[in-house]
């Protein structure tokens, strides 16, 4: 059985550390062909099948091929962090729903502007053109943070960002949610997330859109987000074996059948929840390991919106030159290059708080600037 008490902000930064390396590596390595393809937003058991297929056949591309499979459930971890802080931080106070909004909004719109910038300047430069009417149109789509629930909008412009619509979604529901808690207790969250899981499999059951996925919204992440609440409204987190091997049984079903397919979200968040409680004393006992993951879960907005953007020269790379080895490489050098560009976006975000803070002053910004103040 695991047991821990209440996950403190290095924890949980040091698990939004490993899950964003899990989702940067996802990311370059599954754009790469041949592709495995991941049961990330929608089923397919060809997926598996290749899965394992390659491992047989390309032994030496192993980590290609687990990233890519497995790497996007990285995302899952940082669901249910961000329900599990919240709850923390508000479980004693009121939540006036426009005042909280605004706060989520204000503390990710600016970073996504940044984000939308850094593309079009990229596609300048490397176009040698002005952008598209597409890209124009589908930057726009992204300043509403609805873009999850228009088909074709969720992974344009950069395919991580289809986050960002979902986890604001999220936010929204949120009080709603926790007063569900207060009234009900912590297991209504588990009924939400059966329940949600339910309205998942309807909808895919009776709907059939084009380019959209449930999964892009609120509807098929509520489950996951439910789960953080609900550990965090309990006194302590605890996950027993019988439900480890429960999760684990469900996971391994889900990569065959699509009915366990929709639990297998919630199924691989416990099972990565339990390895990762596990894993945290050892992890703290080397020092620089600790502080490197805490460092990277610090600054894991910033490495959200801006990697999906640089993958694609060392993708191109990878598959002129198929060598395991130089893949791997060039995924060491993406990633690295992530890390000083996220950097850079959170010096530029610091500077665009400041200027909301300083009530949109330009006068406080540009004295800023000029004294190199960053």
Not at 174 to 180: A, G, T
């Amino acid at each position: 059985m695991i047991r821990k008490q209440t996950l403190t902000i290095r924890d949980t930064n040091i698990m939004k550390g490993i899950s964003m390396l899990m989702i940067m590596f996802h990311n370059y390595f599954h754009q790469i062909t041949p592709k495995t393809g991941e049961n990330e937003f929608n089923f397919s058991v060809d997926y598996f099948q290749r899965f394992i297929g390659f491992l047989a056949s390309e032994p030496l591309h192993a980590v290609r091929h687990i990233f890519s499979y497995f790497g996007h459930y990285g995302v899952q971890i940082f669901i249910l962090v961000s329900s599990y802080g919240l709850y923390i931080s508000y479980k004693d106070r009121d939540i006036e729903w426009l005042r909280f909004m605004k706060k989520r909004i204000l503390k990710l719109y600016p970073t996504l502007l940044i984000g939308i910038v850094f593309v079009i300047i990229l596609y300048i430069f490397s176009s040698s053109r002005f952008p598209s009417v597409f890209l124009v149109k589908e930057s726009l789509i992204k300043l509403t943070l609805l873009y999850g629930f228009i088909p074709g909008s969720a992974l344009s412009v950069s395919g991580p960002w289809w986050f960002f619509s979902a986890i604001i979604q999220l936010y929204a529901f949120f009080p709603l949610l926790k007063r569900i808690v207060k009234k009900y207790g912590p297991n209504s969250m588990l009924i939400t997330a059966f329940i949600f899981i339910g309205l998942t499999i309807a909808f895919n059951t009776f709907a059939d859109i084009a380019n959209f996925s449930i999964y892009y919204t609120f509807v098929g992440q509520i489950p996951v987000f439910a789960l953080g609440i609900y550990f965090a409204a309990r006194s302590e987190i605890k996950i027993s074996v019988l439900v480890f091997l429960a999760a684990l049984i469900m996971f391994a079903a889900a990569n065959f059948y699509e009915m366990a397919y929709y639990f297998s979200f919630i199924s691989v968040t416990i099972l990565l929840l339990t390895v990762m409680i596990w894993l945290l004393p050892f992890i703290q006992r080397f020092k620089k390991l600790a502080t490197f993951l805490a460092f990277t879960g610090g600054i894991s907005l910033f490495l959200f919106v801006i990697h999906g953007s640089l993958r694609f020269p060392f993708i191109t790379l990878a598959e002129a030159h198929p060598n395991p080895f130089l893949t791997i490489a060039l995924s060491i050098v993406f990633v690295t290059l992530s890390y000083i560009m996220a950097l850079w976006v959170r010096i530029i975000e610091k500077q665009i708080q400041e200027f909301i803070a300083s009530g949109y002053s330009f006068k406080t910004l540009l004295t800023r600037i000029k004294e190199n103040d960053f």
